[in-house]
């Protein structure tokens, strides 16, 4: 399994998110074996363009893709490892967060997790 993990690098550098992540990474590679990719790339002051510029450099054989801003923190180090077997159980090929420009993320993703009967989406 190849996994190529963007992390599209702000101005800042956030050294407690990083070994959060770091640590995601190690656990991953130790408990599936998957040759995990996290290539160099440049700071920018703007996160569109950071972003935009890391899909280029995502490998043509890559297995799974997963962007993570710099600044975000993981709190368990198998998270990326349950999301997986998560997508594998429920065959996604797709796991992305709810962007919105004039509401908040979190109102609308609250929003929409339940169906009219209460169940998980």
């Not at 290539?39 to 890391?54: K, Q, T």
């Not at 429920?90 to 919105?100: E, G, K, M, S, Y």
């Amino acid at each position: 399994m190849k996994i190529d993990i963007l992390i599209p690098r702000d101005k800042v550098n956030y050294d407690t998110s990083t070994m959060s992540l770091w640590r995601m990474i190690n656990y991953t590679q130790e408990k599936l074996g998957a040759s995990v990719s996290v290539p160099p790339l440049v700071r920018s002051a703007l996160v569109h363009e950071a972003r935009n510029r890391a899909v280029n450099v995502v490998r043509d054989d890559a297995d799974f893709i997963l962007m993570v801003d710099d600044d975000m923190a993981v709190q368990y180090p198998e998270t990326l490892v349950e999301m997986l077997e998560v997508m594998e159980t429920r065959q996604l090929d797709v796991v992305t967060p709810l962007t919105c420009k004039r509401q908040f993320p979190i109102l609308l993703a609250t929003s929409k997790l339940t169906d009219y009967n209460g169940t998980l989406r």
